[in-house]
């Protein structure tokens, strides 16, 4: 079984760039997370979808990101115009539907960004 | 006050030692907890979970849950070189089905 693929690996910016990561989750996992990672800090949540429906985006700085899960598998988070504290590590996770918080999650690699 | 808290380290042990990992949380609804290593430049990987209160074993690795005391530890035993990482505990925080995690204890086991 596949797990979850990150592209691209890492991304170097100018700053008021936009840019764009993408998640292909585990096949079958209803349930897609992005995290923001600072480095020394712990995973952050960014927003949440349950299939097509972003279900918790509280904690994404609206003015500036953008995230989108079409037909409910892959998903695309975008930052424009990127600015130089956006620099970190976007790590995105899937679970099955409703037991994420049971049973944990999968991380894909993560996307390092960093914004110069 | 943060959701839940670790102590950042390093925590360094010798070889072969029982290295003891500490974590306490805030909201006394949190249901599951969770620990996770991330090597450095890698990504967090799930090693264990534990929803009731008291131990759970899995290999080298024993979670304890104390609710009472909302206090989540992790204890390897034999510690190896190769556990030297960065362990992030995680909650399920009661208000949505979400992890909140720690900012992680980093592990040295010196040979």
């Known amino acids: 079984e596949a797990g979850v693929v990150q592209s691209p690996r890492y991304k170097i910016i100018e700053k008021k760039q936009p840019v764009a990561f993408w998640c292909n989750p585990i096949?079958?996992?209803?349930?897609l997370y992005w995290y923001r990672q600072n480095l020394g800090q712990g995973p952050e949540l960014l927003i949440r979808y349950e299939n097509e429906e972003a279900v918790d985006d509280s904690q994404l700085p609206k003015d500036r990101f953008s995230a989108e899960r079409l037909k409910g598998v892959d998903s695309t988070l975008k930052i424009q115009p990127a600015e130089l504290g956006d620099s970190a590590v976007y790590l995105c996770?899937?679970?099955?539907?409703?037991?994420?918080?049971?049973?944990?999650?999968?991380f894909g690699s993560g996307t390092r960004l960093t914004v110069v | 006050q943060k959701e839940v808290e670790q102590n950042s380290g390093p925590l360094s042990v010798p070889e072969g030692a029982i290295a003891s990992l500490n974590c306490t949380y805030s909201d006394r609804g949190s249901q599951s907890f969770f620990w996770y290593r991330q090597y450095s430049g890698k990504s967090p990987e799930l090693i264990m979970f534990i929803y009731s209160n008291g131990d759970k074993e899995d290999g080298r690795f024993t979670a304890q849950l104390n609710k009472a005391s909302q206090y989540v530890s992790l204890l390897i035993r034999d510690s190896q070189p190769s556990d030297s990482a960065t362990y992030l505990c995680?909650?399920?925080?009661?208000?949505?089905?979400?992890?909140?995690f720690g900012a992680g204890t980093i592990l040295r086991v010196k040979s």
């Open positions: 996770a899937s679970s099955l539907e409703g037991r994420g918080g049971s049973y944990g999650y999968t």
């Open positions: 096949s079958g996992h209803n349930t």
């Open positions: 995680a909650a399920n925080m009661e208000y949505g089905n979400k992890l909140v």
